[in-house]
């Protein structure tokens, strides 16, 4: 019966889907007045979405194994909230939540055209109708995740049929979810985060298609697709810092970033999409980088699609990939129609669109940008090139050879100083044309607090270049930043007759945008100090013990207390109990430990981690047995700067949104 509801929904999204399609282009093509309504279609679509992941929710919280999906990933065991979390934990499921997240962006991009009516936003819903249409006909065909089992294994479902009348054969349980999905519950929140982000840029790609299509040129599109372009980026920047953060508390390996393929994937569109936030500022107020904009904007979204192709096709051995599929050829094919027919239109519409107006001086707001744009684009191919190479080189010769982090490393932090330069100065230029001797003026205390801060480093935490770099170099941004504002509030202030302080806020007010895009870059600092000194000052060990043994490490004993075995709903737990003292006196009782699901006998390792300001105790638990065990301990020094820098970013983000919500309101009110 849920089968049948969930095949019903996809019917429904997809026909929604190919309506919206065809009434929002023959909206857009005819005067508007001529146009009927898109809210049918749009309803429809989102119906249909909504319906299909209720469906297969549904059909995992009443363990209906009479479906293959929940037959193969699901068990009776699985506990809340990962029994929901298996509705996108596998190909088929991360495929629906797809369709529902571009169901919910097409609707509020729907609410948007019902306030401003117009031709561009008709033609920008037409483009996710087409996006709709594609991903709601791979859930019916190559990503069915409501095919009916047919023929039952012990603990599995071995051939199933997409007929919803077919009698079934179901299982009496599933083998459950992969282990690495149901061991934190980061991994419920992490997929969803990156979906929304993923998904969210589809916006400002429909509304640079729409735009092109109807040959308006100019800063519309823009202006309709930023609110949308902030919130796909802010989802971005969570699911990232989710990604990290449950990297580093669950696969025991002390990091948070390994230049995985899949990792890179979701790396690429957020710098990509960073670049367009800052490049459209530039079109909507001096008119410049009309082209470079569609580009960015048409690679960003590309990039979704090649992310989703790497984390579901299989193609890659990696540890996000869960699974094998027929799905890859047509993520390839649908990347392939993205890429042609964007730019493809680009090129063809090149010679109706304005002329942008040439830069006035590289030393400029505008210039500054354009320097950040070519880095992230420099970083972004990096990453790319790094990511694909392996791939090319099997297809062409066969050969499997790999591309290490150090690769990437070399390559990324000169890129990575130079973006945090430009974050100091880049703000403090004016548009136009600059006057190098103001913004040098500006930035004299900035520069005087990030080498007293590069300094102090040199003598309380390390010599070391990266460490001492990473601390001047982030103190140079945030200082550039709060001079920056202690300056304009001390003018407000001299202006009113007032205090400087009282005036802080006022100044924060009056252009919230851009003192949100300035938290942005503090967090970016943040999580660069926090990566200087996690990976350059970390301490490593190993210990073999017998239970009543300690050791020293890191100016903590560790004491082996005893061993323990636990039994859970869904796992076996064995792990150890070790005490940490520091001068006699206990610090923390940490549980490093091992999980094994369903007849797993190898174990998912799960550290424990004891954090404080000064930084991370992890232990790992390598192995264990009746004698004793080997532990590895390791330290993370200021790792949490990178889980509050992240945080910060995003924040940013969020602020600028409200910030653009509150501008709105009052233009509408004003109009009243």
């Not at 065909?141 to 007929?163: M, Q, Y």
């Not at 560790?558 to 064995?574: A, G, I, K, Q, T």
Request: hydrophobic fraction near 50%; charge should be neutral; glycine fraction near 12%.
């Amino acid at each position: 019966m849920l089968g049948l509801l969930g095949d019903l929904g996809i019917v429904a999204g997809l026909a929604g889907s190919v309506w919206l399609t065809w009434r929002g282009w023959r909206t857009a093509a005819r005067p508007l007045e001529e146009g009927a309504g898109l809210g049918s279609p749009l309803k429809l679509m989102v119906v249909g979405a909504v319906t299909a992941m209720a469906a297969l929710v549904g059909a995992l919280l009443a363990n209906d194994f009479s479906l293959e999906y929940v037959a193969n990933h699901h068990s009776r065991s699985t506990p809340f909230p990962f029994n929901v979390a298996t509705a996108w934990a596998a190909l088929e499921g991360s495929i629906v939540l797809w369709g529902v997240i571009l169901a919910g962006y097409a609707g509020a991009t729907y609410l948007a055209y019902r306030r401003n009516p117009d031709r561009l936003g008709a033609g920008a819903l037409a483009v996710m109708g087409i996006i709709g249409t594609f991903f709601f006909g791979l859930m019916i065909t190559v990503a069915d995740p409501f095919r009916v089992c047919i023929e039952a294994g012990a603990a599995s479902c071995l051939n199933a049929s997409p007929w919803p009348w077919v009698a079934a054969s179901a299982p009496a349980n599933g083998p459950g979810p992969n282990p690495l999905l149901q061991n934190h519950i980061l991994m419920a929140i992490h997929p969803p985060m990156l979906y929304l982000g993923y998904v969210g840029l589809s916006v400002p790609f429909a509304y640079a298609i729409s735009g092109l299509a109807l040959s308006q040129s100019g800063t519309g599109w823009l202006e309709r697709s930023r609110r949308s372009t902030l919130v796909a980026w802010s989802f971005l920047s969570l699911g990232i810092l989710l990604g990290g953060w449950w990297a580093y508390e669950v696969l025991s390996w002390g990091g948070y970033w390994a230049w995985d393929p899949v990792e890179n994937a979701s790396l690429m569109p957020w710098l990509i999409a960073t670049a367009f936030i800052h490049s459209s500022l530039v079109q909507m107020r001096r008119g410049s980088l009309q082209t470079w904009n569609y580009v960015l904007v048409f690679t960003a979204f590309a990039l979704t699609i090649l992310g989703t192709f790497l984390t579901r096709s299989g193609t890659i051995a990696s540890v996000h990939s869960f699974t094998q599929s027929a799905i890859g050829p047509v993520l390839l094919g649908f990347l392939l129609v993205v890429l042609l027919g964007s730019f493809g239109l680009l090129a063809l519409r090149a010679p109706q669109m304005e002329t942008s107006p040439r830069l006035e001086s590289l030393f400029s707001r505008e210039g500054a940008f354009l320097a950040n744009n070519l880095v992230l684009a420099i970083l972004t191919f990096v990453v790319l090139s790094g990511t694909l190479y392996p791939l090319v080189v099997e297809a062409i010769s066969g050969d499997q050879v790999g591309v290490g982090p150090p690769f990437f490393q070399r390559m990324a932090i000169p890129l990575a100083f130079m973006l945090l330069g430009l974050m100091a100065i880049g703000p403090l230029v004016a548009w136009g044309k600059g006057d190098p001797s103001q913004v040098g003026r500006k930035l004299h205390r900035a520069l005087q607090a990030a080498l007293a801060a590069a300094v102090l480093a040199m003598f309380t935490i390390s010599r070391l270049p990266a460490v001492v770099g990473a601390i001047g170099a982030a103190t140079f941004v945030i200082a550039a930043s709060l001079d920056n504002l202690l300056t304009s509030a001390g003018k407000a202030a001299k202006a009113r007759d007032g205090r400087a302080t009282a005036e802080v806020g006022r100044v924060l007010a009056a252009r919230p945008g851009y003192w949100a895009g300035q938290l942005s870059h503090a967090g970016v600092a943040l999580v660069a100090v926090g990566i200087a000194l996690s990976s350059s000052l970390a301490l490593h060990s190993e210990h073999r013990m017998s239970p009543g043994d300690a050791v020293s490490f890191a100016g903590y004993e560790l004491h082996y207390v005893s061993p323990f075995l636990r039994s859970e709903p869904n796992r076996r737990v064995e792990g150890a109990t070790i005490e940490v003292t520091r001068d006699g006196q206990t610090v923390t009782v940490l549980e490093p430990r091992a999980g094994f699901y369903g007849e797993d006998t190898t174990g998912i390792t799960t550290p424990a981690v004891h954090s404080t300001l000064a930084g991370d105790l992890y232990l790992t638990l390598l192995s264990i047995d009746s004698i004793g065990i080997v532990l590895r301990a390791e330290t993370s020094p200021g790792i949490w700067l990178i889980w509050l820098g992240g945080l910060t970013v995003a924040a940013g983000g969020v602020i600028s949104l409200s910030a653009r919500r509150r501008a709105r309101i009052g233009r509408e009110t004003a109009l009243v």
